[in-house]
């Protein structure tokens, strides 16, 4: 989970795996957004899973939403070494506003 | 597409001293925020604007304060930056407030006090 006051969970993989990255969330929300952050630069929006939907895919991203759980997930299959980046989860807990979870940062070896 | 320009990129600042952060957008979005994030930190909004001229506090808004003068342009400033802080700002802007809009962030201003 990278959720509350946690540090910064760090995740270390070989080029070629998959990798699934977990996101909780405390109340309810109609959105997770997952960002991806890399060194030195600001977050950039990867996918979007309205709480409708249950499972959003985009190339080898895939990222799934389990309301009943509140619960969210990012998988990456076949890591490449341009993935290494800090990966953040939001969610519009007050339905206007984003709240961010802690990051996992990734590094994937060659 | 659009690009968010934050200036300075780095700030060395004394304790107490007054410091003020600048981000500019051109994506013409109503909506901007500043977020604060600490080393091995989320993210923790501080302020964000709805339009031109509007300011509302977020989670982290003591020891802040902002402006929205153009639909453009938001500052932030640091009223009395505390001993020994460091951490990286971050400005972002979005089309509409509300959870399904994307935000677009800036590189952020990294601000360290001796």
């Known amino acids: 989970s990278q959720w509350g006051e946690e540090n910064l969970q760090a995740l270390s993989i070989q080029e070629g795996e998959d990798v699934t990255m977990n996101c909780s969330y405390k109340?309810?929300?109609?959105?997770v957004h997952w960002y991806r952050q890399d060194s030195g630069r600001g977050p950039a929006l990867i996918i979007l899973?309205?709480?409708?939907?249950r499972e959003k895919r985009s190339g080898r991203l895939r990222a799934t939403l389990d309301t009943s759980s509140q619960s969210s997930s990012l998988s990456i299959t076949a890591a490449q070494c341009e993935d290494t980046a800090v990966y953040f989860c939001?969610?519009?807990?007050?339905?206007?506003?984003?709240?961010f979870g802690t990051g996992t940062s990734l590094l994937v070896d060659p | 597409g659009g690009i968010i320009t934050q200036t300075p990129k780095f700030l060395i600042g004394q304790e107490g001293q007054k410091l003020t952060l600048k981000c500019q957008q051109n994506?013409?979005?109503?909506?901007m925020y500043w977020y604060r994030q600490d080393s091995g930190k989320g993210l923790r909004l501080i302020y964000y604007?709805?339009?031109?001229?509007?300011?509302q506090k977020g989670d982290l808004s003591e020891g802040y304060d902002a402006s929205r003068e153009k639909k453009s342009s938001f500052s932030l400033t640091v009223t009395s930056a505390q001993k020994n802080e460091m951490a990286v700002f971050l400005c972002?802007?979005?089309?509409?407030?509300?959870?399904?809009?994307?935000?677009?962030f800036g590189p952020g201003t990294r601000l360290t006090v001796l």
């Open positions: 939001a969610t519009d807990l007050m339905g206007y506003k984003l709240t």
């Open positions: 604007s709805i339009t031109e001229n509007d300011l």
């Open positions: 899973i309205r709480s409708n939907e």
């Open positions: 109340t309810y929300t109609t959105v």
């Open positions: 994506f013409n979005h109503d909506t």
């Open positions: 972002a802007s979005s089309p509409r407030l509300g959870g399904y809009a994307e935000q677009f």
